[in-house]
């Protein structure tokens, strides 16, 4: 197969997604008073409204729907007014009723949209001139989002006697209705995707604006957050779009693009030799880096929806509505642009420190700590530093940059400072002070080291005189080793220079 | 000391209040009619014995501990078969579910008990509440007590044949399309439907959830009226998203006068082809009785109602097709053995649990829900249902109440009625009241000239009027000379047949 | 036009409702018969009316809070089996898939 960079030159990648997240962060379930299940014994916590018994009837969980009315939010969707639950008929026993209670037509929310700035070398995979690019080759893709509705999940089912667990082959199916009801939000975007890395980015994107919301866990390995991936290739040029493909089981970041990368390379292959691609749903396997189909859909599933006769219609007050608007925290984009305005970061640094709210919380307790004057220092050691370890505290940290920022340590000696306090409550000013790691920056002591040496090194110091500017980084590692370490490499470069200089 | 069936509800109720005698001694009369009686009218698919007198022992020992006593103290009760109640089966009549054991307790039985009434036992029905004949039971027909070559009618037509039999007092049933008031009147007893959302469906296996509402059976309107105080006093059900609130005292205002309110008479249904002589003389002469107490008669149109049962015959399998989704033999339910497939299982278990009756609605409510078709009935069906609601409330800005019969004819012979689509017209009288989910009561009417069997007027009023239906209901009762105005007679063959108050 | 009677097989295939060849031969029979019995609805010119799918209509917005209940309707787990056909352990258990439609759910 040709690589990805090649295929898209003459093919242009048309790709949608449909991300369902789990609303973790509720207490119970959709429909029914029932706990979320994490890792539960299977029916655990079940009753007879999400065991579909006969005579239970449902009631939608209010703060499900203030979620999902914050997402909408959050995502730049119009908040629909009036909308109904719908029942979603197949027959298949993770679904207790034979029939999923979901949206009709209209949604709660309809008509988003995520801007993705897309940089780097994941800029490159995009190689048309249809979007407009910047000096470093990155560009900003408008990707519409068509609706959030809300629905409930299914349950769990476990296949004995197959291979790896697989349905194929299984000689019975165990069910646990644990996760059946289960409050999910079911995102479609428009097909305005065009390169794994897009797709990929706006995975990232929604994951940190639903983390920022609270709304869920986000989880792609423990599935609840869970991507679906729809593809069709077309000739560069061509407005009509191709046949596409459904790709499911996606569970990392990773496997999102590389199922993709795969799955247009495929169908570039295929259609390169004259052949068909059937709309058929594919199954992404991670360890044989492939696709494999799963079903070939011949006609359209008839799922004789209509709306439920159980559940009263939604009229969204305003009042609901600035309700949950009002609950709505500091969002990534909002939180990158404040931290470049308010403490000059670079806008890299800033996305980062503001992409995953545990980070951005972190981040803003160790500058109250630090103070601001040390801003730079701390989104230095917050970018480079902290994502190594994974038991600091934001007082260790702001005390770790103020000892860099006034020069008592080297960036090298933090790392060993953070490697020694994480996960203690070791305070890194007092671990440098008990190993004699503080660095003199005292001119007077620095001084005669300095004169020691420029006495000693007379063949350098003739070099730099004619123009060898670099044989300073010798000099100042005589200083360093005459100073037993003790010395800041910064005052020595600065007065090895004076002096050379004056 | 006199037999159980002479005593109304409010008399048990004061009696065992007073000491006159004890819940016990009502209960074990009741267990000794329905010994006595049910052999030959076959309206119990259950008698809950161990229930009915730890219930009854239950109430005896709260009068000894001096706590006040509900207004259903010691009054025996049955339920049709589609209510749960934790300790009895909920067959619903059919082989699908002839050994599911309810997990829960409907909201309405919940009321009943919490009232103080007795559960002698559940009653049979046509299977999942599909028919007017309660023939299409799985396990046995249930005779009419007045003729017991002659259905019930149904579907609640256990409930009912066990009020008319003196073997309760008081029963409930559940009305889709008039399977409350439709054998209520060929049993001769009082049969109210209430106002779709005044008692909860919770617990109560669904039919037609948009359609379906739960109401009680007496021989009486007062005992009717008791009994809709205990299902409504407790207020909204939370467990049931369609409930509302009913602020009424049932009793309050049973006994008001009907002088200077509006009667309205729809001349067309006084006509409609299959209304049988005796029928409509029976409820001109109830109008006129209301007349005579100085109500005023006045005409009013319901043009659409000629559409009510088409209508109803796309909403209804519709819903029922979506309800009776889940009974696919895993969870619960009948399960064919020996299936190697789930598919082989699911439709061979329906195809046996289910009857003839069932199968066929599912089958239509498949079809009129599958795309393209949907919009050609379903969408259609349910804008008449707006055209139909508008003409009732047309029709009540003229008039308080509609007087119109029950069902077009007395009871029919086993067997008479064989076509599927005859008996659907069966329902022509009641069917709209539950397109609309406004009240309908069904008040006994003596014997028809004709046939000697019981007929019956219907009464329908505007939604939660249903205090005000039976005030007219009342009036009518009132002026009924055979029973000296107190309430429908139990059905000569049975009373007196045990049920002695030791 | 009338329901043939593969149109009705597939109905049935649909509706995990197996019917044997004569049961097919009413069913289709009945299923014409009930379609006829619907054509008032066909008659109507409903442009601009509003279908009513709830009746009793100002009821909206009906939502219960998110706080679990771990007494009152929660079901112990055999409770949960105990009407089951078949159960394995605490799972309800259904025979292979294989060759199921829903089978990519």
Redesign the interface.
């Known amino acids: 197969m040709k690589k990805l960079a090649e295929v898209l030159k003459d093919w242009e990648a048309v790709i949608g997604l449909e991300v369902h997240t789990e609303l973790t962060t509720l207490e119970t379930k959709m429909f029914c008073n029932c706990r979320l299940s994490h890792d539960d014994e299977p029916n655990t916590n079940v009753c007879p409204v999400c065991l579909g018994m006969p005579g239970a009837l449902p009631v939608p969980n209010e703060k499900a729907i203030e979620s999902i009315v914050m997402a909408g939010l959050a995502t730049n969707c119009q908040i629909m007014r009036h909308s109904m639950f719908y029942r979603k008929h197949y027959f298949y026993p993770d679904m207790a009723k034979n029939f999923q209670t979901t949206q009709g037509p209209v949604a709660f929310c309809m008509h988003g949209q995520l801007d993705l700035e897309v940089s780097g070398a994941g800029a490159k995979e995009r190689p048309d001139s249809t979007v407009e690019k910047d000096a470093d080759g990155g560009y900003v893709a408008p990707i519409r989002i068509l609706r959030i509705h809300m629905e409930e999940d299914a349950a769990k089912m476990v296949h004995v006697g197959g291979e790896e667990g697989r349905i194929g082959g299984a000689a019975e199916s165990l069910i646990d209705y644990n996760r059946c009801g289960t409050p999910l939000i079911e995102l479609v975007t428009e097909p305005d995707l065009r390169t794994p890395e897009e797709a990929r980015l706006f995975m990232e994107k929604l994951r940190q604006t639903f983390l920022t919301l609270g709304i869920s866990d986000c989880s792609l390995e423990s599935g609840s957050m869970r991507c679906d991936g729809n593809i069709s290739l077309r000739r560069r040029g061509e407005t009509k779009f191709g046949t596409k493909t459904e790709m499911k089981n996606i569970n990392s970041f990773k496997s999102l693009h590389d199922a993709l990368e795969y799955e247009i390379c495929r169908q570039a292959e295929v259609l390169e030799e004259g052949g068909i691609v059937y709309q058929e749903t594919r199954h992404w396997e991670p360890s044989r880096r492939r696709t494999v189909v799963m079903r070939v859909k011949e006609t359209a599933d008839d799922y004789r929806l209509f709306p439920d006769p159980d559940l009263a219609p939604f009229d969204l007050t305003d009042e609901f509505i600035d309700r949950c608007r009002s609950r709505i925290p500091e969002l990534p984009d909002a939180k990158r642009d404040r931290y470049m305005a308010d403490f000059g970061l670079k806008r890299a640094d800033a996305a980062q420190l503001a992409g995953d709210p545990t980070v951005a919380a972190f981040f803003e307790e160790t500058l109250a700590a630090a103070g601001e004057k040390n801003v730079e220092t701390v989104a230095k050691v917050m970018v480079n530093l902290v994502p190594s370890y994974d038991a600091l505290t934001p007082a260790q940290v702001a005390s770790l940059s103020g000892l860099l920022a006034e020069d008592a340590i080297t960036f090298a000696q933090a790392r060993e400072v953070l490697d020694a306090v994480n996960g203690t409550s070791e305070d890194p000013a007092a671990y440098v002070d008990a190993h004699g790691m503080r660095q003199s920056t005292d001119e007077g002591a620095l001084g005669a080291i300095v004169d020691e040496v420029l006495a000693r090194c007379t063949d350098q110091v003739q070099q730099y005189r004619d123009g060898n500017k670099k044989v300073l980084g010798f000099l100042v590692g005589q200083c360093m080793k005459a100073a037993k370490g003790s010395g800041n490499p910064k005052a020595f470069n600065k007065m090895l220079a004076e002096k050379l200089e004056g | 000391m006199a037999n159980f069936d002479q005593l109304s509800a409010r008399e048990i109720a004061a009696g065992v209040a007073n000491g006159d005698f004890t819940a016990t001694e009502v209960a074990r009369a009741a267990l000794d009619a329905v010994e006595a009686r049910d052999g030959e009218v076959k309206a119990f698919l259950q008698v809950s014995a161990d229930l009915a007198l730890a219930a009854a022992e239950a109430t005896d020992k709260a009068r000894a501990a001096g706590e006040k006593l509900g207004p259903l103290a010691g009054v025996p009760v049955a339920f049709k078969d589609n209510m749960h109640l934790v300790g009895t089966r909920t067959t619903c009549a059919s082989k699908m579910l002839a050994n599911y054991e309810s997990t829960f307790t409907a909201t309405c039985v919940q009321r009943m008990l919490g009232a103080g009434a007795t559960p002698v036992g559940k009653t049979n029905m046509d299977e999942f509440a599909f028919g007017s004949s309660t023939e299409s039971s799985a396990f046995h027909p249930t005779a009419n007590p007045w003729d017991t070559e002659r259905v019930p009618g149904g579907s609640s037509g256990g409930s009912a044949a066990a009020v008319a039999a003196g073997e309760v007092t008081v029963s409930l049933g559940s009305d889709t399309g008039g399977s409350i008031r439709q054998p209520a009147s060929l049993c001769g007893v009082v049969g109210l439907k209430p106002t779709y959302g005044a008692v909860s469906r919770y617990g109560v296996v669904a039919f037609g959830s948009s359609l379906d509402q739960v109401g009680p059976f007496g021989r009486s309107v007062e005992d009717v009226a008791l009994a809709m105080n205990a299902l409504t006093a407790g207020g909204r059900d939370p467990w049931d998203s369609t409930s509302q609130p009913v602020a009424t005292d049932f009793l309050a205002h049973l006994n008001d006068g009907v002088e200077g309110r509006r009667v309205g008479i729809v001349p067309a249904l006084m006509e409609a082809a299959g209304l049988t002589d005796e029928v409509r003389d029976a409820v001109t002469a109830a109008g006129r009785a209301l007349q005579d107490q100085g109500a005023e008669l006045v005409e009013v149109e319901l043009p659409n109602i000629a559409s009510a049962i088409a209508a109803y015959y796309v909403i209804a399998p519709c819903e029922a097709f979506s309800n009776l989704a889940r009974f696919d033999g895993v969870r619960y339910g009948y399960q064919e053995p020996g299936q190697a497939t789930l598919a082989e299982q699911t439709s061979l278990s329906r195809a046996h649990g289910f009857g003839e009756e069932a199968k066929r609605r599912q089958m239509l409510g498949a079809y009129l829900l599958s795309s393209g078709t949907y919009d050609k009935y379903y969408y259609p069906a349910q804008q008449v249902r707006t055209l139909i609601t508008a003409d009732y409330a047309r029709a009540y800005e003229k008039c308080d109440v509609i007087l119109m019969p029950a069902a077009p004819r007395t009871a029919f012979k086993f067997g008479e009625m064989s076509d599927p689509t005859q008996m659907y017209a069966s329902d022509m009288f009641t069917i709209s009241n539950n397109i609309v989910g406004n009240g309908g009561v069904s008040v006994p009417l003596g014997l028809g000239a004709t046939s000697g069997l019981p007929v019956s007027a219907q009464l329908q009023g505007p939604a939660f009027a249903d205090a005000t239906l039976l005030t007219f209901a009342r009036a009518i009762e009132r002026s009924n000379s055979a029973s000296d105005g107190s309430g429908a007679p139990v059905a000569p063959a049975f009373a007196g047949k045990g049920g002695e108050l030791a | 036009m009338p ?1 043939t009677r593969e ?2 097989a597939g ?9 044997t060849p004569e049961e097919l031969d009413e ?1 289709t029979a ?2 014409n ?3 006829d ?6 008659a ?1 010119d ?1 442009e601009g ?9 100002d ?12 007494a009152v ?3 112990p ?1 055999d ?8 159960s ?18």
């Open positions: 329901l149109d009705v109905i049935a295939d649909y509706a995990r409702i197996a019917l069913m009945y299923m018969d009930a379609v019995l619907l054509e008032p609805i066909r109507y409903l009316v509003e279908p009513t799918f709830h009746p009793i209509g009821l909206s917005n009906v939502m219960g809070e998110d706080v679990p209940d771990d309707r929660h079901l787990v409770v949960a089996l105990k009407n089951a056909g078949a394995r352990d605490r799972s309800f258990r259904v025979p292979s898939i294989l060759g199921d439609q829903g089978g990519d759910r």
